[in-house]
């Protein structure tokens, strides 16, 4: 057998098929829109300029009072250029004629759909590994995330003056089950009457807390029962890519008697500013 032959979707075959098919779509999309993205027509690398970043920065200390006839003094200021370097990503899925001819459902669109649902869940998978490069953390991996964790988070992006919207892309368990943070949410008493207790116990899902925009992501590698997530704003991780994020085509290979089709996205990402994000290591099993 072949590999995209008509054994490999023979779930849809016509003689059997009796119901619409379902197709398994990944969560995908999660973290890109959260940070930084810039793209070029044509480029090898990809900078993000950080200002006020390194170490010469303007703060309020370096404001002084000026006596009349005086010079103002000055005080020197950095900007630091990240640079993400591209790479391809690709994948490919072959589609026989057999398989398209007996079966009910256009299954070259379906599997043109998973495909781009792949390449963003790829695209999000590069950028929660930049977590792990925070300097600043909470959790240290051996316990559940609790609510504390989120605010001492919080705490560490509003002492280094992170701009925008803070959001946290979480692994499914650092959110729900016995060690995700909606178990201590919906559970301490120190939570009754707010109000997220009976949203999270109602819904099953509180999309804010600590002012924090809550997202679950299944793009993270456990290791020793752990995983680290982060807490973030925009400026902390950039992707870059050329020309379109992604692209889905089809090539005929017609003495195979196939379809490929095929998804690519030349991209890269890196961290911008470190002090705009947090490392959030917590047990998930």
């Given at each position: 057998m072949a590999a995209g032959d008509s054994g490999n979707f023979a779930g849809g075959l016509l003689e059997v098929i009796e119901s619409e098919a379902l197709i398994k779509f990944s969560e995908a999309n999660v973290?890109?829109?959260?940070?930084?993205?810039?793209?070029e027509p044509k480029a090898d690398q990809i900078?993000?300029?950080?200002?006020?970043?390194?170490s010469n920065v303007l703060t309020s200390a370096d404001v002084a009072a000026t006596d009349e006839g005086t010079v103002t003094p000055s005080t020197q200021l950095d900007t630091e250029k990240k640079t993400a370097t591209l790479d391809m990503y690709s994948v490919m899925v072959p589609i026989y004629d057999e398989a398209q001819l007996s079966n009910a459902d256009n299954?070259?669109?379906?599997?043109?759909?998973?495909?781009?649902n792949a390449l963003a869940a790829?695209?999000?998978?590069?950028?929660?590994?930049?977590?792990?490069?925070?300097?600043?953390?909470?959790?240290?991996?051996s316990a559940a995330l609790s609510v504390d964790n989120l605010f001492g988070a919080l705490s560490s992006l509003k002492q280094n003056s992170a701009l925008g919207q803070p959001n946290a892309v979480l692994d499914p368990r650092q959110i729900w089950g016995t060690y995700g943070v909606h178990n201590d949410l919906v559970t301490a008493a120190q939570f009754a009457g707010a109000g997220v207790q009976?949203?999270?116990?109602?819904?099953?899902?509180?999309?804010?807390?600590?002012?924090?925009?809550?997202?679950s992501s299944p793009e993270f590698t456990e290791a020793s029962n752990a995983v680290k997530g982060g807490v973030f704003t925009s400026g902390a991780l950039g992707i870059g890519y050329a020309g379109e994020m992604m692209r889905v085509e089809v090539y005929r290979e017609g003495?195979?008697?196939?379809?490929?089709?095929?998804?690519s996205g030349f991209w890269g990402v890196t961290e911008i500013i470190d002090g705009y994000g947090v490392e959030v290591h917590t047990k998930v099993s």
């Open positions: 973290t890109v829109p959260l940070v930084t993205v810039k793209n900078t993000f300029i950080a200002y006020n970043s390194g299954i070259a669109s379906n599997a043109g759909e998973l495909i781009g790829k695209a999000d998978g590069l950028l929660n590994a930049l977590f792990d490069g925070f300097s600043n953390a909470v959790g240290d991996g009976d949203e999270g116990a109602r819904t099953g899902f509180v999309s804010q807390i600590a002012g924090i925009g809550i997202h003495s195979y008697l196939r379809d490929n089709i095929i998804g």
